[in-house]
């Protein structure tokens, strides 16, 4: 956003952008591939608030977001029999993006986006899902070389409706994918499981590999209708 800041500054052309906020609601379905799990599907999935704030010069073909979300997901640990043991987690991610502006279907409008960022996990406590989950018990016996904050890049689309296209305040519909950076030895629990028949089990599961979580999300967009920058024509 600086880089883009500076170039318009020495820009020998007009420029004339407002700031642009933007609120979602995320629904996800995180996936995580790593030796501990083959299968994927454990009926998880995420829910989450997204906020954003834009820098939109006019009528531009790209620009810059920074987006802060934040909700509550669950993640696999380790698959037992029928099982999967998973952990349930706070996350918190924050993602700088370009978007690209295309035209399409006659007045239409798509937004390409690509991001880069960090997102934050906090373990919120063990859980088991499958047959009989609801009569076991999972305690953490432990956890080795636990990591809060992990890389994360991301790819979005956003559609905008054609008599939406130019307002102030309008809605988008859209799909994203992003992906976390988990690291490799790392992120390691110890579990003990009490099942159905009171037979102890001792588990060992890792949130390693990467996280797949593509999301559906309906925006509410805003423009406050005031140019925050002007730069006048250089002679």
Known sequence: MIVLLVIM??????????VELSNSIDMGFPVL??????????????TGLRFGLSYKPNATQFYPTVDFAFGRTRLPLTQFEKNVAFLNCNYLDVMAKGNFVANVFQDNTLFLSLGIGVEKLKQKGPGVSGPSA????????????????????GIGLEY???ESVGRNIYLSV???????????????????V???QS???NLKGALVGGIFTPDFHITLHYMPGQ????WKKKD
């Open 33 to 46: 591939l790593n030796k501990y799990n083959q299968n994927t599907y454990y009926k998880q999935i995420s």
């Open 134 to 153: 609801g009569s076991m018990k999972i305690y953490e016996d432990s956890s080795t070389n636990v990591t809060k904050y992990f890389p994360a890049i």
């Open 160 to 162: 905008v409706y054609g």
């Open 199 to 201: 037979k102890d089990l």
């Open 227 to 230: 140019e925050v920058f002007f």
């Open 194 to 196: 009490v099942d159905a």
């Open 174 to 192: 859209g799909v994203n994918l992003r992906y976390t950076i988990l690291f490799d030895e790392e992120n390691t629990y110890y579990l003990s």
């Open 9 to 18: 500054a020495l820009s020998p052309i007009a420029t004339r952008a407002q």
